[in-house]
Nanobody, 118 residues
Framework: QVQLVESGGGLVQAGGSLRLSCVVSGIIVRLNDMGWYRQAPGKQRELVAGITSDGHTKYPESVKGRFTIARDNAKNTMYLQMNSLKPEDTAVYYC????????????WGQGTQVTVSS
């Protein structure tokens, strides 16, 4: 059974930074394509960063150059470094396994709230 435990969210001023963590159990992150997603109030959940099993990363234009996805194979943990945060980045952030198209696979964790004040 896959378990995903996200942490590291909080309240930050615009222009600030946060580093999110996702401790994963039940699968080996380095053998899977993994992604970070977010869901803002009233909006659909969207992919904000993905990393394939062979280390290729992808980002939507909205976060490219500001967000960086990484993984620690020894800790089986995913990270999302978020810099130059904007109020529109406010959302609940989740990690999950994903397929080749960035579609999430499996159930979700509880997520971690990120709030960016202007």
């Amino acid at each position: 059974q896959v378990q995903l435990v996200e942490s590291g969210g909080g309240l930050v001023q615009a222009g600030g930074s946060l580093r999110l963590s996702c401790v994963v159990s039940g699968i080996i992150v380095r053998l899977n394509d993994m992604g970070w997603y977010r869901q803002a109030p009233g909006k659909q959940r969207e992919l904000v960063a993905g990393i394939t099993s062979d280390g290729h990363t992808k980002y939507p234009e909205s976060v490219k150059g500001r967000f960086t996805i990484a993984r620690d194979n020894a800790k089986n943990t995913m990270y999302l470094q978020m810099n130059s945060l904007k109020p529109e980045d406010t959302a609940v952030y989740y990690c999950n396994r994903m397929n080749n198209y960035g579609i999430p696979i499996g159930s979700w964790g509880q997520g971690t709230q990120v709030t960016v004040s202007s």
